[in-house]
């Protein structure tokens, strides 16, 4: 039977869809509390009892990235065949072992070999989720429901911050990973049980859709050839203003505490208030600014998030040593990064068939890899030549011009 979004065959009183929504913001949460929070609290104490160099700790961080921008588009056309439920509920596998292994770490070799692991289990934590989270969701709810998925990163860096410290004080540093690899364990359980593929799987609509509003993207009769999206000039245009978008976000987020140490004279404790502020205020921006672009479009949202990026970078140069200004800085910077990601997550929708939604954000990771690897070392290289971040901050600044104008060739979307 079919609805508004609600079966009474099931008995259902609240849309499925939020239970998705729900396992799903659960399971953003404890990946990004290992991905960032676990790396970056944890790092310096594996640093000293290993004995290992910061470039060292640097290739560990690598194999990260690069077994997660790999995968990425495997797991996101494996979501696009075998539904999402699946796809997540096993690489939470590789995601909890991986990290519960790196409490067991005693040299570089299984450090990398291990946090690449972690990195293999995280690539199906993003790209199948939102992808999941579209089909549940009608066409004007996505960036709502985006926008509610999105906090679960910022709140997972930003609380283990807090909470990773009191272990490493009362335990140790090992402790802290294989806590956060049990949980990752059981994440295996929760999603086998509350994921559903698709809303049809149990008569419904998306949340928010009718039976008049919902359309399928491509005719059942015609399929779509997956090489096609190669000649789509939306694929390319958004892949690129990934590129440089992602280039300019990290190169402030890698450098931001480093900038007040090193440059600006800040104590660690006080340059490390410049996290927490951008975890706060990325919050508030990616629940207003998602639901906004449900109201005025995916492209137009892209282009003021680059913008305002940009400026929020210059801000934060021009603040330098005045520390409330550079504040306010860090705090715009972080309400526009918030909404990055998930926003590329709803153009793929926009623009290209539901069928093929994992596949093409997918594929598109691999552009953000690119970005996100290039665009801290180019600026580590020009702080290292200038001995000044200022220039690097400004390239940041630049390349997130450069993706405004990108995505301001973006057509109309294709429902």
């Known amino acids: ?88 509920s096993f690489f939470c596998l590789f995601l909890g072992i991986g990290t519960f292994l790196m409490g067991q770490v005693s040299n570089l070799f299984t450090a990398i070999l291990f946090h690449g692991i972690v990195g293999l289990g995280a690539s199906a934590m993003w790209v199948p989720i939102v992808s999941l989270i579209q089909k549940w969701f009608g066409t004007t709810r996505r960036g709502l429901a985006l926008g509610i998925l999105s906090p679960s990163y910022s709140l997972g860096f930003g609380l283990m911050g807090l909470i990773l410290p009191t272990i490493v004080k009362n335990y140790s540093w090992r402790m802290g990973w294989t806590l956060l690899g049990i949980s990752g364990l059981v994440l295996i359980v929760m999603n086998l049980f509350l994921l559903r593929n698709d809303p049809e799987e149990m008569g419904l609509l998306p949340w928010g859709e009718t039976t008049r509003s919902v359309s399928s993207s491509l005719p059942p009769d015609v399929p779509f050839n997956y090489w096609d999206i190669f000649q789509k000039a939306p694929f390319w245009l958004m892949g690129i203003s990934y590129v440089f978008v992602s280039a300019g976000a990290y190169i402030v987020t890698d450098f931001m505490v480093t900038y007040g140490v090193v440059e600006l004279k800040i104590s660690y404790q006080g340059a490390s208030t410049f996290i927490s502020i951008m975890a706060a205020t990325s919050v508030a921006g990616s629940l207003i600014l998602m639901a906004f672009s449900d109201r005025i479009g995916r492209k137009k949202s892209l282009v003021v998030i680059h913008f305002s990026l940009a400026l929020s970078i210059l801000l934060i140069i021009i603040a330098q040593k005045n520390i409330p200004l550079l504040r306010i800085g860090i705090g715009c910077f972080g309400f526009f990064y918030g909404a990055i990601w998930p926003m590329y997550a709803a153009c793929a929708r926009d623009y290209f068939p539901k069928e093929m939604t994992g596949t093409i954000f997918g594929t598109i990771t691999l552009f953000y890899g690119v970005g996100a690897i290039a665009g801290p070392i180019i600026a580590g290289y020009l702080a290292d030549l200038t001995k000044t971040f200022q220039w690097s901050f400004g390239l940041g600044a630049l390349v997130s011009f450069i993706a405004a104008f990108m995505v301001g060739f973006l057509g109309k979307p294709i429902d």
Do not use: C
């Not at 869809?17 to 953003?28: C, E, K, N, Q, Y």
């Not at 000293?48 to 640097?58: C, K, L, P, Y």
């Not at 290739?59 to 995968?71: D, G, N, P, Q």
């Open 1 to 88: 039977m079919r609805g508004n979004g609600v079966s009474k065959k099931h008995g259902l009183k609240v849309h499925w869809g939020w239970i998705v929504l729900g396992s799903s913001f659960i399971t953003l949460f404890v990946s990004y509390s290992i991905r960032i929070g676990a790396y970056s609290v944890l790092l310096p104490k594996m640093i000293q009892e290993i004995g290992i160099t910061m470039t060292q700790a640097g290739m560990i961080r690598a194999a990260y990235i690069l077994t997660y921008v790999l995968f990425a588009p495997l797991t996101g056309w494996l979501a696009d065949r075998m539904g999402g439920r699946w796809v997540v």
